[in-house]
């Protein structure tokens, strides 16, 4: 099975979010770069990037950072699907962008680091770290007894809708799912549910599937 990175299979499950998106696909001009290109090529894509990254879009400009696509996708077509933006007004806008942070800068590096040592290395006949991966569960724990709390007051970590703050969850916790790290997860009554639900979302299946996800279709395109 080929194993996508965790900000290509967040763009790729927004591209799978939109109800129409099997029978009238989006604008044809928004593709993932190629980076399986001759070195050339890909030589002046990096030159674009100024941090010298391939999580890319080419649309009518180039786009780098997946959450910086994934926003763009979502407030571009928001007529189409799942309103992931919550932007009814300031303060929800200011809670969907704090908890954007939060994921960012508390949840996707012990997330991250966890997922390298579990499910990458060993793809790459690596030894996985176990001191890394006891040190970087205690601050996931940290981070998932917030979540716990957070989750008594509303369905989902923003508010009571499906919004980006989830969808930029799901890479890592999906890899993490078939790790030991799983636990974590479960032994927390509404981050377990959230994980559920999340997880269970029809998007999120199409783009964990080789065929139907919306970035390998594009890619063999």
């Known amino acids: 099975m080929a194993i996508l990175s965790q900000p290509t299979q967040g763009v790729s499950s927004l591209f799978s979010m939109r109800k129409d998106s099997l029978t009238n696909p989006l604008p044809s001009n928004c593709k993932p770069v190629n980076t399986k290109v001759n070195i050339s090529s890909l030589s002046t894509h990096l030159v674009k990037s100024p941090f010298l990254k391939i999580e890319m879009l080419s649309c009518p400009f180039f786009l780098l950072e997946s959450r910086a696509i994934t926003q763009y996708i979502a407030y571009v077509h928001s007529p189409r699907g799942t309103q992931l933006l919550n932007l009814q007004s300031h303060e929800t806008m ?16 012990p997330a991250s680091k966890l997922t390298w040592e579990q499910v990458i290395k060993p793809l790459y006949g690596l030894e996985t770290d ?25 369905r ?28 974590l997860f479960e032994n927390r009554p509404k981050v377990h549910k959230w994980v559920d639900e999340i997880t269970s979302r029809e998007a999120w299946k199409m783009a964990c599937d080789q065929e139907k996800s919306w970035f390998n279709k594009q890619r063999r395109n």
């Open 94 to 109: 200011a809670i969907l962008t704090m908890c954007m942070e939060i994921e960012a800068h508390q949840f996707d590096p």
């Open 156 to 183: 989902f970590l923003a508010c009571n809708s499906f919004t980006l703050v989830d969808l930029h969850h799901l890479p890592n916790i999906q890899y993490l799912l078939g790790t030991p790290t799983k636990r």
């Open 130 to 154: 176990h001191t890394v991966v006891k040190e970087n569960e205690a601050n996931l724990e940290k981070v998932l007894n917030v979540y716990e709390k957070r989750l008594q007051e509303s």
